[in-house]
């Protein structure tokens, strides 16, 4: 299974920008999907998360300025940031929960993360 992010860079403060995850492997069912992010000297923090059903849940630190939306056809997980400022800026990891079925046996991963993608918000 691999969770492969895409976009992010670099952005004036206020500005928009956007990362997709993509994953894929043997799953049979995706949970629920998201986002952390990691600032250096600062502690990991789960950004964002959607269920299966689109129901979202924000950090307080991004909420009315970030939007977290999923295509479950594709198995993909899209976080829309504005209004962004420099503290936004770090590596954004998406994150998923997901069943897969392998050799007639099903194990559930929880907290799956792949690989980040930076995000630079300069003031």
């Known amino acids: 299974v691999q969770l492969q992010a895409s976009g992010g860079g670099l952005v004036q403060a206020g500005g928009s920008l956007s990362v997709s995850c993509a994953v894929s492997g043997n799953i049979e069912s995706i949970n629920d999907m998201g986002w952390y992010r990691q600032a250096p000297g600062k502690q990991r923090e789960l950004v964002a998360v959607?269920?299966?059903?689109?129901?979202?849940n924000y950090a307080d630190s991004v909420k009315g300025r970030f939007t977290i939306s999923r295509d479950n056809a594709k198995n993909t997980v899209t976080l829309q940031m504005s209004s962004l400022r420099p503290e936004d800026t770090g590596v954004y990891y998406c994150?998923?929960?997901?069943?897969?079925?392998?050799?007639?046996?099903?194990?559930?991963?929880?907290?799956?993360r792949g690989q980040g993608t930076q995000v630079t918000v300069s003031s």
């Open positions: 994150k998923a929960d997901f069943w897969t079925k392998v050799a007639g046996s099903y194990t559930y991963e929880h907290d799956y």
């Open positions: 959607i269920t299966s059903g689109g129901t979202t």
